[in-house]
Each structure stands twice: as C-alpha cells, then as structure tokens.
T-cell receptor, first 115, second 116 residues
Framework: AQTVTQSQPEMSVQEAETVTLSCTYD???????LFWYKQPPSRQMILVIR??????QNATENRFSVNFQKAAKSFSLKISDSQLGDAAMYFC????????????FGTGTSLTVIP | DTGVSQDPRHKITKRGQNVTFRCDPI?????LYWYRQTLGQGPEFLTY????????KSRLLSDRFSAERPKGSFSTLEIQRTEQGDSAMYLC??????????????FGPGTRLTVL
C-alpha cells in the first residue's frame, strides 16, 4: 500500500508571512494524483489544491501553491500571505490513477497563524 | 445546505453495544467512502461504494463492521459489540459520477464515537 508521510506535526506562521508544509509519499506507480486537504477546527475537510503526477507544472490556487518533485516523491504546500482563517489541520493525500479507489492520507500538520 | 450530512454528530455508547451511523451524500454523487480518523491521525480508508455496490473494503474493517448502501443513495455503517478502540471520528465522503481519478472527495462533518 502507498504511504504518505507528513513529518511536521505542528507548524506556526506569523500573519501575512509564508509557510511551507512538507509531504513525502512512497509509491511504485507513475500515474497518480496528490491532494492537500484542510480541516478547520470542528469543521468539514475541504480540498485546498491538487496535482496530477503527469504534469510538470506546479499547481497554484490563489495564495496556495505546491512544489511537486516527482523523482524525490515530495509534495509540499506553500501558503503565502497567511491569514487567520488558514489555521487548521492540513492533510496530504495520494490516489492512484489506475488501481483502486482509495485515498491515502498523511497524519496531518496542525497550522497555527499568529496575529 | 446541499453538502454531505452525517447523523448523529456525536455518539456515546457502552462497550459491547451496537451503533449505526448514517451518511447522506451530495445528491447525484454515486461514489461514497467511509473513513475512520483517530486523534492525531489522518483519515483511514474503511470502505467504498459505487452506487449500491460495495467495491472495496479495507483490512481494517473487521467482521464487527458492516456498511450498506441499499438504494445507492444514503449509506449506513454499523459497528457491533463496540470496543474502546473503536472510539474515533467516522467520516463519510462522496464523489460525483462524472469525476475522474483527479476528482476531489466532498467530506461530511463526521460522527464522533466514544465508547466507554
């Protein structure tokens, strides 16, 4: 089974600053999708950004961008101009493009935004 | 609100009792997932439905766990003879029929189970 590792249980960032959350994964597949999900306290998990493994260009969604390094199996999330509303648990997730329907999640990073 | 809904939001039960949770996916979403999330962990896959068919089950899903989706709409997850180790948040997620592999899941708020 694929494994997803988030080595930073907790991170903090000053409001308006930039923070990077790291994620690594282990797979023998070449075609897959990677996701970052955000889980605010006591609220539903929502998608932040996704990346197709076949695309070399890093995905960007407004203040959120990723650094996808396929050879290194690394998928980090950069949050620019951090806002108080960004405080949440962030989960990295993997899904194969070809085998099965499972999403594999990391253990999460708790992000605190300091006013 | 047309999002994924789950009922109940919280459940406290005594060890050995049976519990059942319900998930109502977004209308027209034919794919439905159940996950378990324990404190400090990410969601762990339990099972997957496409329409009414249960196509995948995790090895985590012991024989005390059963899930159904009889008409391809709402789903239930039952845990029999609950154990303290079953205490967790149980999440439901759905995906639309038209989404390919890159499609996101839409999560419900979860049911928090506490087994005393």
């Amino acid at each position: 089974a694929q494994t997803v590792t988030q080595s930073q249980p907790e991170m903090s960032v000053q409001e308006a600053e930039t923070v990077t959350l790291s994620c690594t994964y282990d797979t023998s597949e070449s075609d897959y999708y990677l996701f970052w999900y955000k889980q605010p306290p006591s609220r539903q998990m929502i998608l932040v950004i996704r990346q197709e493994a076949y695309k070399q260009q890093n995905a960007t969604e407004n203040r959120f961008s990723v650094n996808f390094q396929k050879a290194a199996k690394s998928f980090s999330l950069k949050i620019s101009d951090s806002q108080l509303g960004d405080a949440a648990m962030y989960f990295c997730a993997y899904r194969s493009a070809n085998t099965g329907n499972q999403f594999y999640f990391g253990t999460g990073t708790s992000l605190t935004v300091i006013p | 609100d047309t999002g994924v809904s789950q009922d109940p939001r919280h459940k406290i039960t005594k060890r050995g009792q049976n519990v059942t949770f319900r998930c109502d996916p977004i209308s027209e979403h034919n794919r439905l997932y159940w996950y378990r999330q324990t404190l400090g962990q990410g969601p762990e896959f339990l099972t997957y439905f496409q329409n009414e068919a249960q196509l995948e089950k995790s090895r985590l899903l012991s024989d005390r766990f059963s899930a159904e989706r009889p008409k391809g709409s709402f789903s239930t997850l039952e845990i029999q003879r609950t154990e303290q180790g079953d205490s967790a948040m149980y999440l439901c997620a759905s995906r639309p029929r038209t989404s390919g592999p890159r499609g996101e899941q839409f999560f419900g708020p979860g049911t928090r189970l506490t087994v005393l």
